[in-house]
């Protein structure tokens, strides 16, 4: 029996398809969906027959409502940064996974849910989906690394914008923002999603992972990201993959990496 209620997994090539299964709910994120993506993500660090993550929502109308707002109306001061930090964790997981994570956003990305797609390493959004963080509307700010996040991807000044007047945006407005990096029909989602995955997939497992390593420190005030880029450069040139990768260019031959 599958450990989890509220979400879908489904394990297809080496992909990990994590489907935010509350469609009556518009995939909103209460607590046991926050405890079941750590899970799913941990599974995606630990099982290695897992290359790769595809977030995704249930349904067709939303990828992730937002945090449960029924669960967040109890919330006092004492738990409230408990709440927030714990999905702090659970987002950042998913943002240090060294295996690619991409969001499939197939509808409403709002509050948690464009929070969820901003901790992914990229994002595909159908032609129909919806961003914003919509929270000051409840009298709150984003808790879940939206302010953080957001601000990184789009800016400083349209970041600020977007989370004062909870105004929501097209996907097309958030492709030329930066916070989108393709936008396709809803039917056309998953493919696109797979095809860049496995474009991913083929390459050295290990350079992709100090890539996403590399890209994280820059947002790291505690991280010198011209020392980790270097020491990663080096750590590659100890892989059969790269020995492997060279080869096959100078062979004039597809390169078969083997992750080491
Ligand atoms: N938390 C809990 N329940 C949510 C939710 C959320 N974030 N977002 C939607 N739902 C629920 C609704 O309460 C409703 O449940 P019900 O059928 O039991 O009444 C169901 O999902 C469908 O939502 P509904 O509002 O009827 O759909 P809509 O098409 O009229 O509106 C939205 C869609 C996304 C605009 C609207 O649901 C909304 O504004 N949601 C909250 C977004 C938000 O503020 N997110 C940040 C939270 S911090």
Redesign the pocket.
Known sequence: MSIYENLLLNLENGILVITINRA???N?LNIDTIKEIKAAIQQVYDDPAVKGAIFTGAGEKAFV??????E?SELSEVNARGFAERGQEVFSMIERCTKPVIAAVNG?A???GCELAMACHMRVASEGARFGQ??V??G?IPGYGGTQRLTQLIGKGKAMELMMTADMIGAGEAKALGLVNHVVPAVELMPKAMEIMNKILSKAPLAIGLVIDCVNAVYDKDEDGYQTEANSFARCCSSQDFIEGTNAFLEKRKPVFKGA
């Open positions: 009556d709910k518009l909103a409502a937002g945090a449960d707002i029924s967040i409403f709002l509050g948690g919509p929270e509307n409840l709150l």
